[in-house]
C-alpha cells in the first residue's frame, strides 16, 4: 500500500478539474516522503462557506466559514493531537499508517485567498492540503516557533510539486 487520496466534490461553484487530483496525489506523496510515512488514507471533501462554516460551528465552537478543517483519525480524544505510533515490535514503532483522516477545503475560500495572495486556486488549495495533511500527523500552529515549523513543511513541498507563489 502507499499513501492514497479519496475525494468528493460537495460543492457546485467551481469545477474540480482532474490534473487537481492528480497534483493533489503528488502532494500526498511528497509530504508524507518528508515526514517518513509510506502507507495511510486520507479523505478530502472539496465544499462551499456554508457547510464548512457548520462544521466550524459544530466541531470547533467558531462561527464563520474557514479555508480548511482536518479531522484526525488516530488522536487521543483530547484536545492537542498526539501522534499515536502502530507498533510492529518492541523496540520500533511503526509510523502512522491506515486511515489518517478527514480534510475539508471550502473551494469557495480557497477561491478568495488565491485572489488575495495573488496566486492561482490550484496553489492555494496545493497548500491547504498540504496544511490539512500536517494537521492530520500531529503538527499544529500554536505558537510561532510551530507556526514557523509548519509553515516551512508546507513550502517546501509546495515548492518541490512546482507551486510556488
Do not use: C
Not at 51 to 79: C, E, K, W
Not at 116 to 126: M, T
Amino acid at each position: 500500500m502507499s499513501l492514497q487520496l479519496d475525494w468528493s466534490n460537495e460543492q457546485t461553484q467551481f469545477e474540480i478539474p482532474e490534473q487537481w487530483i492528480e497534483r493533489l496525489q503528488e502532494l500526498l506523496k511528497l509530504a508524507g516522503e518528508a515526514e517518513g510515512m509510506e502507507e495511510g488514507e486520507v479523505t478530502l471533501t472539496f465544499t462551499d462557506n456554508e457547510q464548512i462554516h457548520q462544521l466550524n460551528r459544530d466541531y470547533r465552537g467558531i462561527d464563520r466559514p474557514t479555508d480548511v478543517l482536518s479531522f484526525a483519525m488516530q488522536d487521543d480524544g483530547t484536545d492537542e493531537l498526539d501522534i499515536i505510533f502502530e507498533v510492529e515490535s518492541e523496540d520500533e514503532p511503526d509510523p502512522i499508517s491506515g486511515m489518517l483522516g478527514d480534510i475539508v477545503i471550502s473551494v469557495e475560500k480557497a477561491k478568495e485567498q488565491s485572489e488575495d495572495y495573488g496566486h492561482s486556486l490550484e496553489r492555494e488549495i496545493g497548500f491547504l492540503f498540504v496544511h490539512g495533511f500536517l494537521h492530520l500527523i500531529g503538527y499544529d500552529h500554536q505558537d510561532d516557533e510551530s507556526e514557523a515549523e509548519m509553515t516551512a513543511k508546507q513550502e517546501a513541498v509546495l515548492q518541490k510539486a512546482g507551486l510556488s507563489r
